[in-house]
Structure formats: structure tokens, C-alpha cells
């Protein structure tokens, strides 16, 4: 029900906007989050943004180098990232829920390779 687009290949300092369109359900007073997961390790949260009031909240590791936007038209969701680095090698997720703390409804991910 979420698809991310926008993955790929960028040598460092670089950026790349990743999509996040929703499909069977409009992203109305949803809470959608970015989260990442690097080789060998864990889920690490990225950002959350509330659609009902555009609130937007950015882990550390991403603050001003990550900005979400929203394209109400085309019910999709964007992360921009600039100023790549390697450790921003993961793949992506973008996740849904009406309810804030919670991620029901998720993509099938999309690959960023930071590299030289």
C-alpha cells in the first residue's frame, strides 16, 4: 500500500529525493515516518511527518541535511537528503499510521548507496 521510489547510486556529498506514494488510502491525517536499515544493523528512525498540521520531526543524523515535503495532488511523500555520506547507505522504508507511535502500513524499501 506504500511504494518508495528514488533509490540509487551517489558518491558522497551528493543528494537524492526518495518518494513515498501511497496507494489504496489518501495520506490525509496520517503519521508517515522514515525509517532506514544499513547492512548488519537495525532499524534507525529518520523523520516523521504528520500530515494533518505538516509537523515534521528529523533525527539527529539527518537534521539539515533531510527535508520532507508533501505533494498533496499526488498523495506521495518526498525525502529529501543532501550532503550524502556513507553512513547514509540503508534502505529506505516509509511507513504509515493514523496513529502517532504506531506504523501499520509499509513500503517494500529502496536502496541508497553512498560510494565513491
Known amino acids: 500500500q506504500l511504494v518508495e521510489s528514488g533509490g540509487g547510486l551517489v558518491r558522497p556529498g551528493g543528494s537524492l529525493r526518495l518518494s513515498c506514494t501511497a496507494s489504496?488510502?489518501?495520506?490525509?491525517?496520517?503519521?508517515i515516518t522514515w525509517v532506514r536499515q544499513a547492512p548488519g544493523k537495525g532499524l534507525e528512525w529518520v523523520s516523521t511527518?504528520?500530515?494533518?498540521?505538516?509537523?515534521?520531526y528529523y533525527a539527529d543524523s539527518v537534521k539539515g541535511r533531510g527535508t520532507v515535503s508533501k505533494d498533496n495532488a499526488k498523495d506521495t511523500l518526498y525525502l529529501q537528503m543532501d550532503s550524502l555520506k556513507s553512513e547514509d547507505t540503508a534502505v529506505y522504508y516509509c511507513?504509515?499510521?493514523?496513529?502517532?507511535?504506531?506504523?501499520?502500513?509499509w513500503g517494500q524499501g529502496t536502496q541508497v548507496t553512498v560510494s565513491s
Open positions: 511507513a504509515a499510521d493514523p496513529l502517532y507511535g504506531s506504523c501499520n502500513y
Open positions: 489504496r488510502f489518501t495520506f490525509s491525517s496520517y503519521y
Open positions: 511527518f504528520y500530515t494533518g498540521d505538516g509537523s515534521t
